[in-house]
């Protein structure tokens, strides 16, 4: 299932960012790993600014890897923005769906 990632289209590039819903250049992050599932999964991918695809990341290596380095960097975030951040508290709820997604998707993809 190896592809190669396609070229991202005008339209996709200057679109809303999903996580804090501002006209940007985005990129797209794959929600399920592109190594397994490929770029098949055109709906499991959303349109991310560069600095949410960035706070994104860090907070999945944080939250679900429980990377060291990943949760100071995610942690003083926190603290600097506040628990009750808006934007905080859409990428914390990003990374429950995500984990729920590949949850799903792991059992469909070994389910024989
Ligand atoms: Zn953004
Ligand atoms: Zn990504």
């Known amino acids: 299932m190896i592809e190669k990632r396609r070229k991202t289209t005008v339209e996709e590039r200057v679109q809303v960012c999903h996580l804090c819903h501002l006209v940007r250049f985005c990129q797209r992050h794959h929600l399920l790993q592109f190594r397994i599932h490929g770029e098949c999964n055109n709906g499991f991918t959303l349109p991310l600014c560069g600095a949410?695809?960035?706070?994104?990341?860090?907070?999945?290596?944080?939250?679900v890897k429980k990377k060291k380095r990943a949760s100071q960097l995610w942690e003083a975030l926190v603290e600097a923005l506040g628990k009750d951040n808006t934007w905080i508290q859409a990428i914390e709820n990003q990374v429950y769906e995500t984990c729920e997604l590949v949850v799903e998707n792991e059992i469909k993809y070994f389910d024989y």
Request: charged share 10%; net charge negative.
């Open 52 to 63: 949410c695809h960035e706070s994104l990341h860090i907070a999945l290596a944080a939250i």
